[in-house]
Nanobody, 135 residues
Framework: QLQLVESGGGLVESGGSLRLSCVVS????????IGWFRQAPGKEREAVSC????????YYADSVKDRFRISRDELDNTVYLQMNSLKPDDTAVYTC????????????????????????????WGQGTQVTVSS
C-alpha cells in the first residue's frame, strides 16, 4: 500500500526558509507524479508545485514561482519542497499527493500543469505538515 509522510514544517520568520519532505513508501517513487498542495484556514486547498514521474517536468503556482523548488530523490524515495523567501501568506498546511504514471500522466496531451490544477485526480494523500510564517 502506498503511503506518503510529510515532515519539515514549522514556525519561521518572514523571509526565512524551510524544506519539506514527502517520503513515499510501499512502492518505488519513480512510478508516481508527486504534487505539493496547501490549505490555509478558511481557504480552499490549492496546488503549490508538482513534478512528473519520469521526466522531471515541473509546475509552480504563480504565487511561489522563483521562491520554491521541487525535487525528487529516487534513492531516498523522497520528494522535497525547498521554500525560500517565505511570506505570511505562505502559512498553511502543506500536503503531498501521488498519482501513478499510468493514470493522469498517460492521458494524451495532459501536462503536469493540468494535473497539478486538478486536485481531485490525485489518488493518494499524506497527512500534511503545518507551515507558519510570522511577520
Amino acid at each position: 500500500q502506498l503511503q506518503l509522510v510529510e515532515s519539515g514544517g514549522g514556525l519561521v520568520e518572514s523571509g526565512g526558509s524551510l524544506r519539506l519532505s514527502c517520503v513515499v513508501s510501499g512502492y518505488n517513487l519513480d512510478y508516481y507524479a508527486i504534487g505539493w498542495f496547501r490549505q490555509a484556514p478558511g481557504k480552499e486547498r490549492e496546488a503549490v508545485s508538482c513534478v512528473s514521474s519520469r521526466d522531471d517536468k515541473t509546475y509552480y503556482a504563480d504565487s511561489v514561482k522563483d521562491r520554491f523548488r521541487i525535487s525528487r530523490d529516487e534513492l531516498d524515495n523522497t520528494v522535497y519542497l525547498q521554500m525560500n523567501s517565505l511570506k505570511p501568506d505562505d502559512t498553511a498546511v502543506y500536503t503531498c499527493a501521488a498519482d501513478p504514471f499510468w493514470e493522469s500522466e498517460s492521458v494524451p496531451g495532459n501536462t503536469i500543469e493540468n494535473m497539478c490544477k486538478m486536485k481531485e485526480s490525485w489518488t493518494t494523500w499524506g497527512q500534511g505538515t503545518q507551515v507558519t510564517v510570522s511577520s
